[in-house]
C-alpha cells in the first residue's frame, strides 16, 4: 500500500515526534493514502514554516503490519471518532494507545466545526450530521517506532505551489 506525507521538507527516515499542539489521532508520523490529500498540506506547511511544498512516499506493509500492531480504524466520522478526535486535540484522553489509527481526518474546515462542538455551540447531532455532509479524506498515524518499522521511503514528489 502507498502512502503519502505532505511537509516542506523530504522525509526520508520519519520519527515519532511530540507536536508542539495537539492532533486529531495524538503523537504519531502523520500519512494518508491520498495523494490530494497530501498535496494539500504540503501547502499548508509551507504557508506556516516556509520552504517549497514536497509530497514524500512510502511502501507500507500493511499485512505485516496489521498481524503485529494495535490498530484503530475509524471508517468514518461517526460518534466514536468525533469523541477519540475531541479528547485527543484537548489533550484528555485516558483510553487504549496504539500503533495505526486509521480514519478521516479533521482539516481546517472539519476543524471549526469540532471548535464549535468543543464550544457547546453545537450539539453532538449537529456536529455529527455537518461531518457527515463532508467528503473526508483519511489518515494513517503511526503511533509508535514499532509500526514506523513497516513504511519504506521509496521517493519524494515535488508540489507546485
Not at 471508517?75 to 485527543?88: G, I, N, S, T
Not at 456536529?127 to 509508535?144: F, H, P, V, Y
Amino acid at each position: 500500500m502507498l502512502l503519502y506525507h505532505g511537509s516542506n521538507m523530504v522525509v526520508e527516515n520519519p520519527e515519532i515526534r511530540t507536536p508542539n499542539r495537539n492532533l486529531d489521532f495524538g503523537v504519531g508520523f502523520y500519512t494518508t493514502s491520498s495523494i490530494a490529500q497530501a498535496v494539500s498540506f504540503s501547502r499548508i506547511v509551507c504557508s506556516r514554516r516556509g520552504g517549497n511544498p514536497v509530497i514524500s512516499v512510502y511502501d507500507f506493509d500493511d499485512e505485516a503490519a496489521k498481524d503485529l500492531s494495535a490498530i484503530k480504524i475509524f471508517p468514518q466520522a461517526d460518534e466514536e471518532w468525533l469523541d477519540f478526535v475531541c479528547d485527543k486535540r484537548m489533550g484528555k484522553y485516558r483510553g487504549q494507545e496504539y500503533d495505526i489509527i486509521i480514519g478521516p481526518v479533521a482539516n481546517d474546515t472539519i476543524y471549526r466545526t469540532l471548535i464549535g462542538y468543543l464550544a457547546g455551540v453545537t450539539s453532538k447531532e449537529e456536529t455529527l450530521k455537518r461531518l457527515m455532509a463532508r467528503e473526508l479524506q483519511d489518515q494513517i498515524t503511526l503511533s509508535t517506532d514499532k509500526a514506523l518499522a513497516f513504511l519504506t521511503f521509496t521517493h519524494f514528489k515535488e508540489v507546485d505551489l
